[in-house]
């Protein structure tokens, strides 16, 4: 019998990855000051090709220099960023896998002083564990539209570049995450207060995209919940993943919250985001992928076996070594 790590997987919109294994964005921090891929960053993602994935996805990428919150962050912001993206998406098809390119604002999440207007749903600070944020102020329609052309902007870019999807990033504290949290966005006109409103502005977005990039795969990178007193529940995050379905998302990639991504300190093993994704598994027509410090080929076949996730993340062990990941997988 065929290991499920080695089944295909097709998405509703007709793409297929070869495998069950993802690489999931992590930035690479190859960039030059403009935001441009680099040698560097070719050869980053050629290597994380070797691991035998069968999605690799390519780390934040901004959408405005007003998001950008690394100063070596890849950028989708403009239009001279093409030529590096497209390179970034051929080198791994050359290499036979599929890739998405994952887009970001950075909201009032700046933490290297990079942004050149902090900015945030209410002008909250973005609770941390790890770090003081700075206060950014409250955005206004006229940004609200500014964001949602940018985002939409930088998915067409995606799309221009060859990608076979773009991934939304509404985790780890960001901005779309802050617009999600009603401990970031306390908004009282119709893009704040209850769920639906809180949403909006992401719901939006994806129904933009779906028109204006038809050929592309939607992933959305959300919270299974904020991690973090007051914030975001498995819930919301599963009314959440109903509207972003409807709007066309045939992916979720399901994270951590307004904690940020890094293990949560009560958490022991491998998996530890797994229980937050498999309570949406099954629940859409979208694929869930779930992460958190996994790394044996055991863990990665009781998960899939078990129906918990249909794609299962491996970020740093992959990051370590690719190829001996790759002999790994092969040989488990
Ligand atoms: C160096 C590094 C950079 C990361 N950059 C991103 C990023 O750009 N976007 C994102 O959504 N997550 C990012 N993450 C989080 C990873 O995608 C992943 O969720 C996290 O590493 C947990 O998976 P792992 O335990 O398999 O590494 C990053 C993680 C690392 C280690």
């Known amino acids: 019998m065929t290991a499920l790590r080695f089944t295909p997987l097709t998405l509703t919109n007709g793409l297929t990855f070869k495998n069950r294994l993802v690489v999931p964005p992590m930035a690479s921090q190859t960039a030059n000051e403009n935001g441009l891929a680099t040698d560097k960053t070719f050869s980053h993602y050629h290597n994380l090709a070797l691991s035998g994935a069968g999605l690799v996805m390519v ?23 093409l030529p590096g993206l497209t390179q970034i998406a051929s080198t791994l098809h050359n290499a036979g896998v599929k890739t998405g390119l994952q887009i970001t604002h950075c909201g009032g999440k700046d933490s290297a002083g990079i942004s050149c207007d902090i900015m945030g749903p209410s002008g909250i600070t973005v609770p941390a564990y790890d770090r003081v944020l700075p206060t950014p102020r409250a955005v206004t329609l006229d940004d609200i539209n500014q964001w949602q052309q940018d985002f939409v902007a930088a998915a067409i870019r ?10 939304i990033h509404c985790a ?79 992916i979720l990639n399901i994270s951590s ?64 070594g690719p190829v001996e990941f790759a002999h790994k997988v092969m040989q488990g």
């Open 59 to 81: 780390e934040y990428s901004h959408v405005n220099l007003a998001g950008r919150s690394e100063k070596n962050q890849l950028g989708a912001h403009d239009d001279a960023c």
């Open 158 to 167: 995606a799309d221009k570049a060859g990608f076979d999807l773009v991934e």
């Open 172 to 250: 780890h504290g960001y901005g779309i995450n802050q617009w999600l949290s009603p401990l970031a966005n306390q908004r009282e006109d119709e893009y704040g207060g209850n769920l639906e409103n809180r949403a909006r502005i992401l719901i939006e977005i994806v129904t933009q995209i779906k028109q204006v990039a038809p050929r592309l795969a939607v992933m959305t990178r959300i919270p299974g919940q904020d991690g973090y007193p007051g914030g975001l529940t498995h819930a919301d995050m599963a009314q959440v993943s109903q509207w972003l379905v409807t709007a066309g998302v045939e």
């Open 257 to 320: 919250g307004i904690g940020g991504w890094n293990r949560p300190k009560d958490k022991r093993g491998e998996g530890f985001l797994v229980e937050d994704a498999a309570p949406l598994t099954g629940k859409t027509t979208a694929a869930v992928i779930g992460v958190g410090g996994i790394e044996s080929v055991d863990y990665i076949e009781t998960i899939l076996a078990t129906s918990q996730v249909d794609l299962v993340a491996v970020g740093r062990a992959i990051l370590a």
